[in-house]
Structure formats: C-alpha cells, structure tokens
C-alpha cells in the first residue's frame, strides 16, 4: 500500500500490475524514482516488510513529536524576541520517568513482532526440495539436490561487454544491465525450497529482496534460508551479490525465474534428458539451453573472465 | 577577569610556574616556556594547545584526503557504466576513503579537541603526560604516510572494505602489512591519548571540580577513553591474525586450515561497535556545551546525561553481532543482538530528549555554534531512526550491505560527528586565537553544509530499499536518478568545505578581538581564562569562587 503511495514515477507500474518486484523488475525503463521496499513473493518477504513499515512509521511519529519539539522551542523562545531563560528548568523526574518508559514501550511493540518474524525465517522444517547454491569470485552456482542437475550462473554477456571501462555501450540501451545472468535459477511456486548457501573462495551473499533472503555465503560453513513463493507470483526476480567479494562483487547478479508446478517438474526433466546427452564433464557448465521456461538464455556459455572460479589466489588489487 | 581569585594549588609536582599569574593577559608572561623556533615549538612541542593544534590540523588534512577519495567514488557513481576506474581501484577508493575518514579525521579531531580543552576545563595547566602527548601525535603523519603509501604499491591498496574480512582481505598484495602496521601505529597512539585524557581527568581536576560536576564534554571524552583502551588492542590481535595467516601459514580465519572466517568478524566488531560510539560520544559532548550556552540555560537532566552516556558505552560491548545479522547466527544469538541493540534507543533517546528540554524556555540565539549543534540534533536523530530500524533483524536482512546502512551510518558520521567537531570549533575558536571569525562566511559554511549533506545522503536510503548493495562500483539503471541526486550533493558538500580552513586561517591571522567570554551565555572554566588563552593553561588551580563563577554548563547560574 505504502509502496503505491510513495512512488513519484510510475514507469514502474507496468512491471507491478503484472505482478513482478517492482523495484529490481527494470523493463525498457531506464530509471525510477524508487522510495521504499517492495513487499516481495512469500510470506516471509511480505512479514519483513511490514515490520520495515512499522519501524517506518514509528520513527515517523517520533520524529513529529520531537522535531515539533524543537521546532516549537527554536521558534518560540528566540532571544532576539526578548525571551527570558528560565534557568531554574534543569531537571524533572516525573518528566524523565515518562520519557524514557514511553520508548521501552514502543520498542516492546516492535521487539514482539520481530522476534516472531526472525523466528518465521529460521525455521526451514517441512522443506520439499533443496537447492545448493556456492558462491565464487564471481559467479553462483546451483545444485538441486538429490538431481544430477547442476550449472553455473553468470553476468550475461551484454551487461558484461557493456560494463567494461569506456566500453562505449550505453548502459540504457541493455535490458535487465547488470541483472540479468546467462542461466538463471528456475524454482517453483508453491513449494517450500530450503536453500543451502556456502561460499567457494571468499564471503559472497546471496541476496533476493523479492524472498526476503539474504544470506552470507561463507566458506566453511553452510548457511539455511528458504522460501515459498504464492502461486501467483510468477516471474523473474533478480538480486546482486550483498558481501563485498573482490573485483567484480559489483558484476555477479542472482536471477530466480518463478514457475509453477507442472512447469518445474518439465524444466527439471529436460535439464536431466540433457545432462544424459551431454558428456559428464559439461555437466557443470552448460545447462538450460533447451529449456521451455528459461527466456533467452544465450548458447555459448558467458565467457570466463581471467580469474577461474576456483582461483583463490588472486590477487584482489589486480 | 578582576573577580578572579587564586587558591595555592592542590597538584603537588606541579609547582613549576607557581607564583605566576595567569591571567596577567596575552604577553610573553603568560607565554613563559614557549620554545622559539619552527621546529623547536612544533616538533619537540609538549604543550597541550600546540599538540592539540596539531592534531585538529592533522584531522583537517585528512578530511581533505578522504573527501577527495569520497568525490572520486560519486563521480564514478554519477551514472551507470565504468566511466573513471577500473572496479579493483574503486573498491580501494572505498576501503582507504573509509580509513583515512575514521582513524585520520574523527578521531585525531576528538583528541584535539581534548587536548585543547579538558586542561582549560577541569583547572589544569597541561595534559598529564605532556611528552607521552607530543609521542602519541607524531606517531599519526607516519601512521597515514604508510596507510596511504599502501595504495600505490604493486597489487594495488587494501580492498576488501575497512572491516578487512578474511578470506578477501588476505588477497591483498604487499598494501596489507602496510595497513597492518599503520593500523598498530594509530592503535598505540589512540590507547596513548586516551591514557594521558583519563589520568589528566583523574588527577588534574582544580579542587571543587568533583566528578559530578565536569562539563559533559570531559564526561564524554573521559567515558571514550576508557572504550579506546577496551577495544583498540582487539583490533590489533584481529589484523596481526591476519597478518600471521598471511605471511606465517596459521589458520585463524581460513576455514581449510581448520579456522574460521566469521571469527573474525566477531573480534572486529567486537571492536567495531565500541568504535562506532568512541566517533559520537565527545560529539554528545560538544552538543551538551553549545546547546545550553545558545539557550542562555543550563543543561537539562546533567545526571541522567551523564548515566545515559555510561549505559552507552556498556551497551556498545554487548552488541557486536548486529553487524552481522546476515553469517547465519544461531536463533538465540540473532535475539539477544536484536534485543540489546534495540536498548541502546533508551539512553540516545534520554540525550535528545535532554537537549530539546534544554532549549525549552531558553533564550535561544543561532550563533554558528549552536546552528551545527541544531543540525547534529535533527540528523543524528535521522541517523539513530534508521540505525532502529536496522536493529530489528528480520528488516535488517533488506537493509543489510545495501546503501540503507551508508545512509544510515554517514548520517551518524557527517552530520553527527564531524558536525559535532565543526561546531565546536567553532564554538571555542575565539578563545583559541583570540579573535572573532567571520560569522557570515560561517553561516555560508553552515547553510551549504547542511543542504547537501541531506542532498547527499538521503537519497541512499531511497537506493538502499530499492536494492542498492554498498561497495559496487557500477549499477543497473534504475538506481541512475537518485545516484545522481547524491552525487551532485556530494561534489556541493565537497565543496563547501573549503570555507572551513579559510575562515579558520583568518580568524587565526586577525579579526574583531574576542572577550574572555565570547558567548554572553557561555559557562565553564575555559571562559575564565583570557582570549586567547595564555601558552599554559591554569598555571594555579582556579579557586572555589572562581569555580562558582565559571560554574559547569550544566550548573544552575544567573
């Protein structure tokens, strides 16, 4: 609701009458004056962000009471209108008693919510499909575990040719810059997907603002998320790698297609019948390319940059 | 200055200028001491003002030095597409802008600032420890030659964000021992500084002076002090781990060799947060003095000031982990974190609502001083309702590594502490020179300031919630306005803060003379002393009646 009221521009309408994140569901429009936080795709999603709305709004009240405050002070007893200092007001219990139990009360008021969203988000029980997801420098990559399925996700090759110092490519010009990966990660909608996230080399995070997840991939450690999207909410949501993580942090986009049921089981049968017809070896790098629900996934895999996804080693600075 | 009485003095071995008077005005009487000679006055100097001097100089060029990597970075970020840096060298621009602004600019001007007044305002000649002082400052211009020597060496500087995590920050080429020992040199120097503030607080305060009767801005920096002596050690033991990981084959943050990444972040911010209220508390300070002086009032709640500033700093060691909501905490960590963070609202909010109580049936008057205390109380109000709405995990989740925490942490930095720092120099710049500045040149400074520093970070909170991750060097297009917006009051604000050293530099070389006590409503000790005040402070402890006279801020005078 507050979403639709605080929106200056609407060029990004379209994208929210169809459904779809408005904010990181860029279409042909080049830019929007995006105020707030989207509401998102599942329930969790859409918790956070009443819970961002009412800490907004809170503040917003406290904000009007003590700037009115001030406001009234700075107006009111200004020496240049002759206002004499009381200057026996140093002190009131009763006043400092009130000021400061007031905001333990409103804190009790949003503490309470919190602890039970925090609560909502850490419990993956009750899982129907998992998805292993590693991060490297600086791609993703995805597993659907206990499927031999498994590829690589990276910055499509526009956005990559364009993104180049002085590449001379106007960043207007591309669809989805900088969002938008050669293989994105197709789930389905009205399943529970535990995600599983670990990092390859350095810390990455692996954050979609439309399921309300973002998690730190970190090596040595696998971290717990999940979502359940609505079955309405169908479409491509797209989010960014959230932890610095060397050169290119910037350039490792997440792009999760939302399909339904029927569609999933299809998409993940083709992926396997592939998979079969391929030799082992490709099986991590090549994927989707026949895929009835992957849009314009390009042919040739993106191309490497210098680094392997593995490489370790390199040296940040270079 | 004929009221003033002298009581022989309390400090047994500080006998030296006995029988001096102090106040015999601004000659080469009061001067007694002071080395001739360039190198000899500032080199060897072990005087308080002149090291203080030479920190809040310091400070200035490094706020210069960090702005500029701050300009570099908004023009990258002026529009979508790499227009000036490749993205490695961006990420060094952050990581060094981020340095050079925290440990180069806040906290050397915090330690100027002390040095100039807690002598002046506690009835003490000097800084306890005068050569350890001279020491702790000239430890700083090798600090940063180092630090900022780093950027140049091959493999690039440091780039893995000033909190330097491992894996990524042990990427670094031959740049992170450099910042490694450069971060030690600033540690012993800031735990030096902080030892001569507290003994010069514990020992050197005029009789009468109790505890409960300091200027908030001894209170805060005393209160810093302590936090600076908890905490700068850890973050040496987290980066010396790192440099052993490095260099010396441990394993303390690589998960392979059987260490672990997020340990790391625990002992950082561990340090961290500590670090984040030792940026704002003298700020609390210098807001406590200018508020009451501008209301011609004394302060509201003195004591609860004081307790608030306390429960603070006990809050800030039990709250690391909300800096990392995102590693994947167990449930119950993730609640405590929220809970406590949550608290730290009560105390902040006790302060706010003590200055506003404080102008409340004042006589208010908007000198420069008090117009950036209005300014630091209205957007660190800003800065402290984002920091709740990042309290609470679950939202923190949206909010966390996006430009919703730059926005949220430069509202508590700029307009919070280097605002803090602006105005009290300002507010204490007469009495330090002896002359007026240029008001309306400083009204400019102010205006400007405070226009774009809104125009600059506010829109942040707007690309933060619509998705904005921090710390890239180039985004997709619909974060292309409001990356506009930001940067061109970015290059605005920039801009406007070359005023500063121009009206510091005239009010040092002349202007209108300024009284003793400069602000008709100022109180406090430093107003007792001449303009400016003499080379040594209070060479005999003021006596009770002076005390009485030049009561504390926060006393009930008229």
């Keep these: 609701m507050m979403t639709r009221k605080m929106k200056i521009n609407s060029r990004v309408l379209a994208a929210a009458a169809s459904g779809l994140a408005p904010v990181l569901f860029a279409p042909a429009a080049h830019a929007a004056w995006t105020l707030n936080l989207t509401p998102g795709i599942d329930k969790v999603s859409r918790d956070i962000y009443g819970l961002h709305m009412l800490a907004f709004w809170w503040c917003v009240g406290i904000a009007a009471v003590v700037f009115g405050f001030m406001i009234y002070s700075i107006v009111r007893f200004r020496h240049s209108q002759g206002a004499v200092a009381d200057t026996a007001l140093t002190h009131s219990t009763r006043v400092e008693v009130i000021w400061t139990s007031i905001p333990v009360l409103i804190l009790i008021s949003m503490a309470i919510p919190a602890a039970r969203v925090l609560v909502e988000t850490a419990d993956t029980t009750g899982a129907q499909m998992a998805i292993r997801i590693t991060g490297y420098q600086w791609r993703w990559t995805y597993e659907y575990v206990g499927t031999p399925v498994k590829f690589v996700s990276s910055l499509d090759r526009t956005s990559d040719a364009a993104r180049q110092l002085d590449s001379g490519i106007d960043p207007f010009s591309i669809p989805n810059y900088l969002l938008s990966v050669d293989h994105p990660l197709v789930v389905p909608a009205g399943v529970k997907v535990r995600v599983l996230i670990t990092g390859g080399d350095v810390i990455h995070a692996w954050w979609v603002p439309a399921l309300g997840i973002k998690k730190d991939a970190i090596p040595g450690y696998v971290n717990e998320a999940w979502f359940d999207v609505d079955t309405d909410k169908l479409g491509t949501y797209r989010g960014q790698c959230a932890e610095l993580c060397g050169r290119d942090h910037g350039f490792m986009p997440i792009v999760v297609q939302v399909v339904s049921k029927d569609d999933f089981q299809k998409w993940l049968m083709q992926q396997e019948a592939d998979l079969k017809t391929q030799p082992a070896t490709a099986a991590t790098t090549v994927s989707t390319t026949a895929s009835t629900t992957a849009p314009s996934a390009p042919i040739e895999p993106a191309p490497a940059p210098a680094t392997a996804a593995a490489g370790a080693a390199t040296v940040a600075g270079n | ?558």
């Design chain 2, 1 to 558: 200055m004929a009221n003033i009485e002298h009581a022989p003095t309390a400090m047994s071995g500080y006998d030296a200028h006995a029988g001096h008077d102090a106040h015999a005005g601004h000659d080469a009487h009061a001067d007694h001491g002071k080395p001739h000679g360039f190198w000899g006055r500032w080199l060897t100097s072990t005087n308080h003002k002149d090291i203080g001097t030479m920190y809040l100089v310091f400070s200035c060029i490094m706020f210069f030095i960090g702005g500029t990597f701050a300009m570099l970075i908004r023009a990258e970020l002026f529009k979508p597409g790499l227009q000036f840096f490749d993205p490695a060298i961006f990420n060094v621009l952050t990581t060094n802008h981020a340095l050079i602004m925290i440990f180069g600019a806040v906290m050397p001007s915090f330690v100027g600032l002390a040095n100039w007044m807690v002598p002046m305002q506690v009835g003490a000649p000097d800084m306890a420890l005068p050569r350890m002082n001279n020491f702790s400052f000239w430890i700083l211009p090798f600090a940063f030659t180092l630090l900022i020597s780093s950027v140049f060496v091959p493999g690039g500087g440091m780039a893995g964000g000033w909190t330097m995590y491992p894996p990524l920050t042990l990427q670094t080429g031959y740049a992170l021992p450099m910042a490694i020992f450069s971060i030690h040199l600033m540690g012993a120097s800031s735990i030096m500084g902080s030892i001569n503030v507290i003994v010069t607080i514990m020992n050197m305060r005029a009789p009468g002076m109790s505890l409960i009767r300091m200027p908030l801005f001894v209170w805060t920096w005393l209160i810093t002090a302590f936090l600076l002596i908890a905490v700068m050690p850890v973050l040496a033991g987290a980066v010396t781990m790192l440099l052993t990981d490095h260099f010396f084959g441990t394993s303390f943050f690589n998960a392979a060799g059987g260490g672990d990444p997020v340990m790391y972040q625990h002992i950082f911010w561990f340090f961290g947060h500590p670090e984040v209220y030792i940026m704002i508390l003298p700020a609390f300070g210098i807001v406590s003095e200018i508020i009451p002086t501008f209301s011609r009032k004394p302060l509201f709640g003195y004591d609860a000031m004081v307790y608030a500033t306390a429960s603070i700093a006990f809050l800030s060691f039990i709250v690391w982990a909300h800096h990392m909501f995102t590693v994947g905490l167990p449930l119950a960590s993730e609640t405590f974190f929220m809970f406590s963070t949550m608290l730290i609202a009560i105390p902040t909010g006790v302060k706010v609502f003590n200055w506003s109580a404080t102008m409340y049936k004042g006589s208010l008057s908007f000198e420069p001083p008090m117009l950036w205390a209005l300014a630091f109380l209205f957007m660190f109000s800003i800065g402290g309702f984002s920091g709740l709405m990042l309290a609470l995990a679950p939202a923190d989740f949206q909010y966390q590594d996006t430009y919703f925490v730059v926005a949220h942490f430069h509202y508590v930095l700029v307009p919070g502490a280097i605002f803090g720092t602006i105005g009290a120099v300002y507010y204490w710049l007469p009495k330090w020179t002896g002359h007026m500045y240029n008001m309306t040149l400083a009204k400019w400074h102010f205006w400007l300031s405070t226009i774009f520093v809104n125009v600059l970070f506010f829109p942040q909170h707007f690309l933060g919630l619509a998705g904005m991750p921090r710390r890239i060097p180039d985004y997709s297009t619909q974060f292309a306005d409001w990356n506009m917006v930001s940067s061109i009051g970015g290059f605005c604000f920039g801009a406007s803060q070359i005023l500063f050293p121009i009206i510091i530099w005239q009010c040092a070389h002349g202007g209108v003379r300024a009284t003793d006590r400069v602000w008709e409503g100022a109180r406090g000790l430093e107003w007792e002393l001449p303009s400016p005040a003499p080379y040594h402070s209070w060479t005999e402890a003021p006596a009770f009646a002076t005390l009485e006279h030049g009561a504390p801020t926060h006393e009930t005078h008229g």
